[in-house]
Protein backbone atom coordinates (compact mmCIF):
# COMPACT_ATOMS: atom_id res chain seq x y z
CA UNK A 1 0.00 0.00 0.00
CA UNK A 2 1.04 3.52 -0.78
CA UNK A 3 0.78 4.80 3.18
CA UNK A 4 2.91 5.04 6.12
CA UNK A 5 4.75 1.62 5.10
CA UNK A 6 6.69 2.85 2.67
CA UNK A 7 6.52 6.30 2.88
CA UNK A 8 10.17 6.76 3.88
CA UNK A 9 11.77 4.63 1.09
CA UNK A 10 9.94 6.39 -1.80
CA UNK A 11 10.67 10.07 -0.36
CA UNK A 12 14.34 8.66 -0.43
CA UNK A 13 13.52 7.58 -3.95
CA UNK A 14 11.90 10.58 -5.04
CA UNK A 15 14.80 12.91 -3.74
CA UNK A 16 17.46 11.14 -5.97
CA UNK A 17 15.78 11.12 -9.29
CA UNK A 18 15.01 14.71 -8.40
CA UNK A 19 18.77 15.51 -8.63
CA UNK A 20 20.40 12.22 -10.54
CA UNK A 21 18.89 12.68 -14.61
CA UNK A 22 20.48 10.52 -16.70
CA UNK A 23 20.99 12.27 -20.50
CA UNK A 24 19.87 10.00 -22.97
CA UNK A 25 22.14 10.09 -26.10
CA UNK A 26 21.40 10.30 -29.63
CA UNK A 27 20.81 6.57 -30.96
CA UNK A 28 22.83 7.01 -33.97
CA UNK A 29 26.15 8.38 -32.73
CA UNK A 30 28.90 6.44 -30.57
CA UNK A 31 30.30 8.18 -27.33
CA UNK A 32 34.11 7.25 -26.83
CA UNK A 33 34.97 5.58 -23.66
CA UNK A 34 37.69 7.95 -23.25
CA UNK A 35 36.03 11.44 -23.30
CA UNK A 36 39.49 12.75 -24.09
CA UNK A 37 39.26 11.03 -27.22
CA UNK A 38 36.29 13.47 -28.88
CA UNK A 39 37.18 15.08 -31.72
CA UNK A 40 34.81 17.80 -30.48
CA UNK A 41 33.59 18.39 -26.69
CA UNK A 42 32.26 21.49 -25.23
CA UNK A 43 34.47 23.19 -23.11
CA UNK A 44 32.11 23.60 -20.04
CA UNK A 45 32.34 20.29 -17.79
CA UNK A 46 29.80 20.50 -15.32
CA UNK A 47 25.64 20.38 -16.33
CA UNK A 48 24.21 23.47 -15.73
CA UNK A 49 21.46 25.39 -14.42
CA UNK A 50 19.90 28.54 -16.07
CA UNK A 51 16.28 30.42 -15.80
CA UNK A 52 13.73 30.61 -18.65
CA UNK A 53 14.20 33.86 -20.91
CA UNK A 54 18.29 33.87 -20.50
CA UNK A 55 20.44 33.58 -23.49
CA UNK A 56 23.53 31.64 -22.71
CA UNK A 57 26.66 32.01 -24.09
CA UNK A 58 28.86 28.52 -24.68
CA UNK A 59 31.42 27.41 -26.92
CA UNK A 60 33.23 23.71 -27.52
CA UNK A 61 36.58 22.88 -29.00
CA UNK A 62 37.73 21.32 -32.06
CA UNK A 63 40.90 18.80 -32.12
CA UNK A 64 40.42 16.56 -34.46
CA UNK A 65 39.19 16.48 -38.33
CA UNK A 66 35.59 17.48 -38.29
CA UNK A 67 33.44 17.27 -41.52
CA UNK A 68 30.12 18.57 -39.52
CA UNK A 69 29.41 19.59 -36.11
CA UNK A 70 25.83 20.25 -35.08
CA UNK A 71 24.24 21.77 -31.75
CA UNK A 72 20.80 19.79 -30.71
CA UNK A 73 18.59 20.62 -27.48
CA UNK A 74 16.82 17.23 -27.13
CA UNK A 75 16.16 16.21 -30.91
CA UNK A 76 15.79 20.44 -32.35
CA UNK A 77 18.40 20.74 -34.15
CA UNK A 78 19.83 23.86 -33.36
CA UNK A 79 22.69 24.90 -35.25
CA UNK A 80 25.31 23.05 -37.46
CA UNK A 81 29.07 24.24 -38.58
CA UNK A 82 30.86 22.41 -41.56
CA UNK A 83 34.06 21.98 -41.29
CA UNK A 84 34.58 23.60 -38.37
CA UNK A 85 38.55 24.56 -36.39
CA UNK A 86 39.52 25.78 -32.97
CA UNK A 87 37.22 27.40 -30.45
CA UNK A 88 33.16 27.68 -31.75
CA UNK A 89 31.27 30.42 -29.63
CA UNK A 90 27.73 30.07 -29.63
CA UNK A 91 24.56 31.67 -28.20
CA UNK A 92 21.68 29.01 -26.74
CA UNK A 93 18.40 31.32 -26.01
CA UNK A 94 16.53 28.92 -23.68
CA UNK A 95 13.55 31.02 -24.04
CA UNK A 96 12.96 28.70 -26.83
CA UNK A 97 12.22 25.91 -24.31
CA UNK A 98 9.78 25.29 -21.34
CA UNK A 99 11.01 24.58 -17.74
CA UNK A 100 12.56 21.38 -17.07
CA UNK A 101 15.68 18.75 -17.62
CA UNK A 102 17.08 19.15 -21.21
CA UNK A 103 19.59 17.11 -23.24
CA UNK A 104 22.16 19.41 -24.87
CA UNK A 105 24.46 17.50 -27.66
CA UNK A 106 26.91 18.28 -29.87
CA UNK A 107 27.48 15.62 -32.54
CA UNK A 108 30.74 15.77 -35.08
CA UNK A 109 30.38 13.72 -37.93
CA UNK A 110 34.64 13.22 -38.34
CA UNK A 111 35.63 12.78 -42.19
CA UNK A 112 36.08 9.11 -41.92
CA UNK A 113 32.33 9.21 -41.37
CA UNK A 114 32.15 8.36 -37.68
CA UNK A 115 30.04 10.39 -35.75
CA UNK A 116 30.08 11.26 -32.13
CA UNK A 117 28.45 12.86 -29.15
CA UNK A 118 29.45 14.95 -26.47
CA UNK A 119 26.14 15.83 -24.25
CA UNK A 120 25.48 17.89 -21.42
CA UNK A 121 22.19 18.09 -19.39
CA UNK A 122 20.45 21.89 -19.11
CA UNK A 123 18.20 22.31 -16.62
CA UNK A 124 15.92 25.59 -17.20
CA UNK A 125 14.14 26.89 -14.49
CA UNK A 126 11.21 29.08 -13.96
CA UNK A 127 12.00 32.55 -13.97
CA UNK A 128 9.46 33.58 -11.85
CA UNK A 129 9.25 32.71 -7.37
CA UNK A 130 6.00 31.77 -6.58
CA UNK A 131 3.73 33.76 -5.06
CA UNK A 132 2.95 32.85 -1.67
CA UNK A 133 -0.67 32.21 -0.05
CA UNK A 134 -2.25 30.45 2.45
CA UNK A 135 -5.44 28.48 2.70
CA UNK A 136 -8.09 29.05 5.62
CA UNK A 137 -10.57 27.16 7.02
CA UNK A 138 -14.24 28.74 6.29
CA UNK A 139 -16.84 25.53 7.09
CA UNK A 140 -16.01 22.14 7.88
CA UNK A 141 -17.82 18.83 6.90
CA UNK A 142 -17.55 15.22 7.72
CA UNK A 143 -15.65 12.99 5.63
CA UNK A 144 -15.85 9.51 6.08
CA UNK A 145 -12.81 8.51 8.51
CA UNK A 146 -12.63 5.42 6.06
CA UNK A 147 -11.91 6.99 2.80
CA UNK A 148 -8.11 6.78 1.55
CA UNK A 149 -8.75 9.58 -0.26
CA UNK A 150 -7.23 9.35 -4.00
CA UNK A 151 -8.99 11.78 -5.97
CA UNK A 152 -12.32 14.57 -5.23
CA UNK A 153 -14.19 16.00 -7.95
CA UNK A 154 -17.73 17.78 -8.22
CA UNK A 155 -19.61 17.19 -11.57
CA UNK A 156 -23.06 19.20 -11.91
CA UNK A 157 -23.21 19.76 -8.19
CA UNK A 158 -22.32 16.12 -7.05
CA UNK A 159 -19.04 15.11 -5.32
CA UNK A 160 -17.23 12.14 -6.44
CA UNK A 161 -14.48 10.57 -4.17
CA UNK A 162 -11.86 7.69 -5.47
CA UNK A 163 -9.98 5.90 -2.36
CA UNK A 164 -7.26 3.88 -2.49
CA UNK A 165 -5.62 0.53 -0.91
CA UNK A 166 -5.96 -2.90 -2.06
CA UNK A 167 -9.48 -4.39 -1.47
CA UNK A 168 -10.84 -1.05 -0.53
CA UNK A 169 -10.71 1.43 -3.31
CA UNK A 170 -14.14 2.91 -4.98
CA UNK A 171 -15.57 5.45 -6.68
CA UNK A 172 -18.51 6.74 -5.00
CA UNK A 173 -20.73 9.99 -4.81
CA UNK A 174 -21.13 11.76 -1.83
CA UNK A 175 -23.36 13.85 0.14
CA UNK A 176 -21.74 16.70 0.98
CA UNK A 177 -23.48 17.77 3.54
CA UNK A 178 -23.15 14.93 5.87
CA UNK A 179 -20.63 12.82 4.55
CA UNK A 180 -22.84 10.05 3.51
CA UNK A 181 -22.20 8.00 0.35
CA UNK A 182 -25.05 7.40 -1.86
CA UNK A 183 -23.84 5.16 -4.43
CA UNK A 184 -20.48 3.73 -5.04
CA UNK A 185 -18.65 0.93 -7.08
CA UNK A 186 -15.66 -1.32 -5.85
CA UNK A 187 -12.92 -1.96 -7.45
CA UNK A 188 -11.28 -5.69 -7.51
CA UNK A 189 -8.92 -6.54 -4.66
CA UNK A 190 -6.06 -7.11 -6.58
CA UNK A 191 -6.16 -3.34 -7.77
CA UNK A 192 -5.04 0.05 -5.83
CA UNK A 193 -7.69 2.96 -6.92
CA UNK A 194 -5.90 6.56 -7.50
CA UNK A 195 -7.08 9.95 -8.71
CA UNK A 196 -10.19 10.58 -10.76
CA UNK A 197 -11.62 13.00 -13.31
CA UNK A 198 -14.94 13.59 -15.11
CA UNK A 199 -15.40 14.39 -18.97
CA UNK A 200 -19.07 14.21 -20.27
CA UNK A 201 -20.53 11.20 -19.07
CA UNK A 202 -17.47 9.44 -18.41
CA UNK A 203 -15.14 8.96 -15.02
CA UNK A 204 -10.98 8.21 -15.56
CA UNK A 205 -10.09 6.68 -12.93
CA UNK A 206 -6.20 5.61 -12.64
CA UNK A 207 -4.91 2.82 -10.58
CA UNK A 208 -1.22 2.88 -8.82
CA UNK A 209 0.97 -0.07 -10.61
CA UNK A 210 -1.42 -1.93 -12.53
CA UNK A 211 -0.52 0.33 -15.07
CA UNK A 212 -4.31 0.41 -15.77
CA UNK A 213 -7.04 3.52 -16.17
CA UNK A 214 -10.70 2.46 -15.79
CA UNK A 215 -13.31 4.39 -17.75
CA UNK A 216 -17.00 4.17 -16.08
CA UNK A 217 -20.46 5.68 -16.96
CA UNK A 218 -20.68 8.74 -14.78
CA UNK A 219 -24.51 7.68 -13.85
CA UNK A 220 -24.82 4.24 -12.98
CA UNK A 221 -20.72 3.97 -12.01
CA UNK A 222 -19.99 0.41 -14.03
CA UNK A 223 -16.92 -0.18 -15.65
CA UNK A 224 -17.27 0.46 -19.51
CA UNK A 225 -13.67 -0.36 -20.30
CA UNK A 226 -9.89 -0.21 -19.15
CA UNK A 227 -7.24 1.43 -21.18
CA UNK A 228 -3.11 0.72 -20.37
CA UNK A 229 -0.36 2.87 -20.00
CA UNK A 230 3.15 2.87 -18.53
CA UNK A 231 4.18 3.77 -15.23
CA UNK A 232 2.46 4.84 -11.90
CA UNK A 233 -0.50 6.78 -11.91
CA UNK A 234 -1.33 9.26 -9.02
CA UNK A 235 -3.38 12.06 -9.72
CA UNK A 236 -6.04 12.93 -12.64
CA UNK A 237 -8.08 16.30 -14.14
CA UNK A 238 -8.89 17.79 -17.25
CA UNK A 239 -8.69 20.62 -18.97
CA UNK A 240 -11.73 19.91 -21.24
CA UNK A 241 -9.89 18.75 -23.63
CA UNK A 242 -7.02 16.49 -22.75
CA UNK A 243 -6.72 14.32 -19.52
CA UNK A 244 -3.76 15.51 -17.42
CA UNK A 245 -1.80 12.63 -15.21
CA UNK A 246 0.90 12.37 -13.08
CA UNK A 247 2.91 9.68 -11.67
CA UNK A 248 4.85 11.14 -8.25
CA UNK A 249 7.35 12.63 -10.22
CA UNK A 250 7.43 16.35 -11.48
CA UNK A 251 6.05 15.19 -15.01
CA UNK A 252 2.68 15.78 -16.00
CA UNK A 253 1.24 14.32 -18.42
CA UNK A 254 -1.59 15.28 -21.08
CA UNK A 255 -3.65 12.15 -22.82
CA UNK A 256 -6.21 12.04 -25.46
CA UNK A 257 -9.65 11.30 -23.67
CA UNK A 258 -10.86 8.93 -26.29
CA UNK A 259 -7.32 7.18 -26.67
CA UNK A 260 -5.26 7.68 -23.50
CA UNK A 261 -2.31 8.60 -26.12
CA UNK A 262 -0.09 10.92 -24.74
CA UNK A 263 -0.49 14.37 -26.80
CA UNK A 264 2.18 16.23 -24.53
CA UNK A 265 4.09 16.56 -21.16
CA UNK A 266 5.48 19.19 -19.15
CA UNK A 267 7.87 18.99 -16.52
CA UNK A 268 7.06 21.16 -13.48
CA UNK A 269 9.93 23.52 -12.02
CA UNK A 270 10.16 26.85 -9.43
CA UNK A 271 13.42 29.30 -9.75
CA UNK A 272 14.92 26.80 -7.37
CA UNK A 273 14.17 23.14 -9.48
CA UNK A 274 11.67 20.42 -9.88
CA UNK A 275 8.83 19.83 -7.56
CA UNK A 276 8.51 16.15 -7.67
CA UNK A 277 5.46 13.93 -5.68
CA UNK A 278 2.98 15.62 -7.42
CA UNK A 279 -0.26 14.11 -6.34
CA UNK A 280 -4.13 15.11 -6.72
CA UNK A 281 -4.65 17.49 -9.29
CA UNK A 282 -7.46 19.57 -10.00
CA UNK A 283 -8.02 22.60 -13.26
CA UNK A 284 -9.11 25.57 -11.68
CA UNK A 285 -9.76 28.40 -13.69
CA UNK A 286 -6.99 27.54 -16.14
CA UNK A 287 -4.45 26.78 -14.19
CA UNK A 288 -3.81 23.02 -11.91
CA UNK A 289 -3.33 22.71 -8.64
CA UNK A 290 -1.78 20.13 -7.29
CA UNK A 291 -0.65 17.98 -3.74
CA UNK A 292 2.66 17.60 -3.29
CA UNK A 293 2.61 14.35 -1.34
CA UNK A 294 3.96 14.42 2.13
CA UNK A 295 3.85 18.16 2.12
CA UNK A 296 0.72 20.65 3.79
CA UNK A 297 1.43 22.32 0.75
CA UNK A 298 -0.46 22.54 -2.81
CA UNK A 299 1.23 24.41 -5.88
CA UNK A 300 -0.65 26.23 -9.06
CA UNK A 301 0.91 25.32 -12.14
CA UNK A 302 0.74 26.70 -15.63
CA UNK A 303 -0.43 24.24 -17.70
CA UNK A 304 1.57 25.77 -20.70
CA UNK A 305 5.04 26.17 -19.30
CA UNK A 306 4.83 23.90 -15.96
CA UNK A 307 5.92 26.92 -13.91
CA UNK A 308 4.61 27.22 -10.51
CA UNK A 309 2.98 30.03 -10.20
CA UNK A 310 1.95 30.09 -6.66
CA UNK A 311 2.58 28.21 -3.37
CA UNK A 312 -0.37 27.30 -0.70
CA UNK A 313 0.47 26.91 2.58
CA UNK A 314 -2.35 24.24 3.72
CA UNK A 315 -1.22 24.06 7.28
CA UNK A 316 -3.78 25.31 8.84
CA UNK A 317 -6.32 23.25 7.14
CA UNK A 318 -4.52 20.06 7.77
CA UNK A 319 -4.56 21.32 11.35
CA UNK A 320 -8.67 21.73 11.19
CA UNK A 321 -9.25 18.44 9.62
CA UNK A 322 -6.45 15.76 9.80
CA UNK A 323 -7.05 14.41 12.83
CA UNK A 324 -6.00 10.70 13.11
CA UNK A 325 -5.98 10.56 9.25
CA UNK A 326 -2.81 10.51 7.17
CA UNK A 327 -1.51 13.09 4.56
CA UNK A 328 -3.46 16.56 2.89
CA UNK A 329 -4.37 14.74 -0.35
CA UNK A 330 -7.99 15.84 -1.98
CA UNK A 331 -8.99 18.97 -4.36
CA UNK A 332 -12.26 19.73 -5.21
CA UNK A 333 -13.23 23.01 -6.77
CA UNK A 334 -17.51 23.68 -7.11
CA UNK A 335 -18.10 25.96 -10.01
CA UNK A 336 -21.31 26.10 -9.35
CA UNK A 337 -21.19 27.73 -6.32
CA UNK A 338 -17.23 28.90 -6.81
CA UNK A 339 -15.48 27.54 -3.48
CA UNK A 340 -12.81 25.03 -3.02
CA UNK A 341 -12.88 22.04 -0.83
CA UNK A 342 -9.88 19.85 0.17
CA UNK A 343 -9.09 16.81 2.41
CA UNK A 344 -6.74 13.80 3.09
CA UNK A 345 -6.29 10.58 3.76
CA UNK A 346 -8.49 9.40 5.79
CA UNK A 347 -9.82 12.31 7.62
CA UNK A 348 -12.57 12.89 9.20
CA UNK A 349 -13.51 16.03 7.93
CA UNK A 350 -13.59 17.82 4.37
CA UNK A 351 -13.22 21.55 4.33
CA UNK A 352 -14.28 24.46 2.41
CA UNK A 353 -11.26 26.90 2.21
CA UNK A 354 -10.30 30.36 0.84
CA UNK A 355 -7.18 31.00 -0.62
CA UNK A 356 -5.21 34.47 0.15
Not at 168 to 185: H, M, P, R, T, Y
Not at 225 to 249: A, R
Not at 320 to 340: D, T
Amino acid sequence: MRGKQIAVTVVIIAVIASFIIVPMLKQSPTLPEDNEDLAAKFTFVENLATNFGKKVPLSFEVTGDVAKASIYMNDSLLKSWDNPKGKINFTLDVSLFGVGAKNLSLVSTLKNGEEQNDTRLIRILSDISPEQLKATVVKSYVHNSSSFTQGLEFNDGTLFESTGLNGKSKIAKVDLSNGVIKQEIGLDATYFGEGITIMGDKIYQLTWQDQKCFIYDKKTLQIEKDVPYTGEGWGLCNDGKSLIMSNGSEMLTFRNPETFQIERTIEVYDQVGPRVRLNELEYIDGKIYANIWMLDIIIVIDPASGKVLSEIDCSEVVKAGKGGGEVLNGIAYNPQNKKLYLTGKNWSNLLEVSIK
